[in-house]
């Protein structure tokens, strides 16, 4: 499969299921609960995306959240059995491209700081390191490193 194979749309209510076994199988204890990604997928500040493969199994989701001139990428998750594939990297795209849609001139996010894929995906797209959350990630104890990107 590659990303050609993959289609990128908009998140709603009826994907909470398969958004959360993906969450859970990504993020284990530190998963976010139900209800609070039911919120998200709601909010009016927010624009969660799911990736599906040509069957429409999902694949991976990824949302953002941007009030004003900043935003955050709130999470982005691709299934154990599609990484490495380009699929994050096609969801972090669209995030970028909403960002921009929306008027974001900064854009910041956290990632764990035991995830060198992640951080090297964030920085080839231009968010640099610029801070460390001690103990963020709980109850794994793990930091998370703070990065931004300023839009052009």
Do not use: C, H
Request: net charge negative.
């Amino acid at each position: 499969m590659t990303t050609d194979d993959v289609r990128i749309r908009t998140a709603g209510a009826s994907d909470l299921d398969a958004i959360m076994a993906i969450e859970q199988s990504s993020f284990e204890a530190s998963a976010w609960e139900r209800e609070t990604m039911r919120a998200e997928l709601a909010s009016e500040w927010g624009r969660y995306i799911v990736a599906e493969d040509a069957e429409g199994s999902s694949l991976g989701y990824a949302g953002l959240r941007a009030v004003g001139v900043e935003g955050d990428v709130q999470t982005i998750a691709v299934r154990a059995d599609a990484r490495g594939r380009g699929i994050g990297r096609a969801l972090l795209a669209e995030l970028l491209e909403e960002a921009s849609r929306r008027g974001v001139r900064e854009l910041f996010l956290e990632v764990r700081a035991d995830n060198p894929t992640a951080r090297a995906l964030y920085a080839s797209v231009g968010f640099a390191e610029i801070g460390v959350r001690p103990r963020y990630y709980q109850p794994e104890d793990v930091d998370a490193v703070v990065m931004k990107r300023v839009q052009a």
